[in-house]
């Protein structure tokens, strides 16, 4: 795509951050590694805060502090709140990076540049806001491939969809259509919402013309991963859907009960779940793919050598149990690499994806 300006602006209120050196450093980082340039702006006052985000001639990056409300400029705006903040749905914002701390303002840079020299299509598969996903098409004829991306962040709010936008990106300039999701996360809308909506979305992708039903694949990473193989399960004992060509685990949490046994990332499990695995076992097997093997289904699980070793374990425990066809793929890297298209090991996820899809 012919982008005519690689420029971000970002703007700050008053006090949006206690050391505006730091927030600079970080954002000329994130800049450079996208080959973007930028205009940061720390307003002095509100009018002046008011006024560098009016004067935004594209979508912008805004950081206007907890709980603080601002117009979006015409060409639309991306929300930073470094701490815990409500969704802002305000009209014109594209995304809200929220919880994430400092590090937030560089997903907020990776957001701009996927969204402008990759753009997708949002679409709804239902009524609540987070039912959504975005669509991105290669060019051709079709009918593509199709490749369902969930994101991660041990079903926490704070992590969205555009965790996944580099993978998204690749896959479709390697021929695949991509429908990188959104879904309601249970620390909000309980357990049963998260897993309707991931079962809602693939079909939603499988009712698209463009899409061949016979090589659908599902890619989860992390947290994703364990919705990416339990939807998978859910479809291939469900004659009347979809039924995915493969199911890929990035660094999943495949086994939700020895996860929840070990209280990985601070009880994340249990606080998805509703409660610790003792208590819930109906829901826990159901949900964890270690428990409901076999999948009926081929499979990739992948893992970096780097990344927590409960999770590499979690993967290796899961690989030797599985009576499914399995691919096991293991290479350097931390939780996050298996998901950056410029890392060894994605390359080789990507061609064991392309092995089972026979993509041209």
Not at 42 to 62: K, L, T, W, Y
């Given at each position: 795509m012919h982008v005519t300006s690689r420029r971000v602006g970002v703007v700050f209120a008053p006090g949006a951050v206690a050391h505006q050196g730091t927030a600079a450093e970080l954002i000329d980082r994130a800049l450079v590694a996208r080959g973007l340039t930028g205009n940061i702006v720390?307003?002095?006052?509100?009018?002046?805060?008011?006024?560098?985000?009016?004067?935004?001639?594209?979508?912008?990056?805004?950081v206007p502090g907890a709980g603080i409300s601002f117009v979006a400029p015409p060409a639309g705006a991306i929300r930073v709140d470094l701490g815990p903040s409500p969704a802002d749905r305000s009209a014109g914002i594209r995304v809200h990076i929220r919880g994430r701390g400092l590090e937030g303002l560089?997903?907020?840079?990776?957001?701009?540049?996927?969204?402008?020299?990759?753009?997708?299509?949002?679409?709804?598969?239902?009524?609540?806001?987070?039912?959504?996903?975005?669509?991105?098409?290669?060019?051709?004829?079709?009918?593509?491939?199709?490749?369902?991306?969930?994101?991660?962040?041990?079903?926490?709010?704070?992590?969205?969809?555009?965790?996944?936008?580099?993978?998204?990106?690749?896959?479709?300039?390697?021929?695949?259509?991509?429908?990188?999701?959104?879904?309601?996360?249970?620390?909000?809308?309980?357990?049963a919402a998260t897993t309707d909506d991931v079962a809602a979305a693939l079909q939603a992708l499988a009712t698209l013309a463009q899409v061949d039903p016979e090589r659908v694949v599902m890619v989860g990473h992390s947290a994703g991963a364990q919705l990416a193989l339990r939807a998978a399960a859910d479809a291939v004992a469900d004659p009347t859907g979809v039924r995915p060509a493969l199911a890929v685990s990035l660094a999943g949490v495949l086994n939700l009960c020895l996860a929840d046994e070990r209280r990985l990332s601070e009880g994340a499990v249990a606080n998805a779940l509703g409660g610790h695995w003792p208590d819930h076992r109906g829901t826990y097997e159901r949900s964890s793919p270690y428990h409901r093997v076999p999948l009926g289904l081929p499979q990739l699980i992948a893992s970096t050598v780097h990344d927590d070793p409960n999770l590499l374990e979690i993967s290796r425990q899961y690989c030797l149990a599985a009576p499914d066809e399995i691919t096991q793929i293991e290479g350097p890297g931390g939780h996050f690499d298996i998901i950056d298209p410029t890392q060894e090991i994605w390359k080789h996820v990507a061609a064991a994806i392309h092995a089972r899809t026979a993509c041209a």
């Open positions: 720390f307003a002095r006052d509100a009018p002046e805060f008011d006024a560098a985000v009016a004067a935004e001639g594209g979508e912008c990056i805004v560089r997903y907020a840079v990776d957001s701009w540049y996927h969204h402008r020299c990759h753009p997708g299509t949002i679409r709804a598969y239902g009524a609540h806001p987070d039912q959504c996903g975005e669509l991105r098409i290669p060019q051709g004829p079709g009918p593509f491939p199709a490749v369902m991306l969930i994101h991660g962040g041990y079903w926490r709010t704070r992590w969205e969809f555009d965790l996944m936008d580099a993978p998204a990106v690749d896959l479709t300039g390697r021929g695949y259509l991509t429908w990188n999701i959104e879904y309601r996360r249970p620390d909000e809308y309980g357990w």
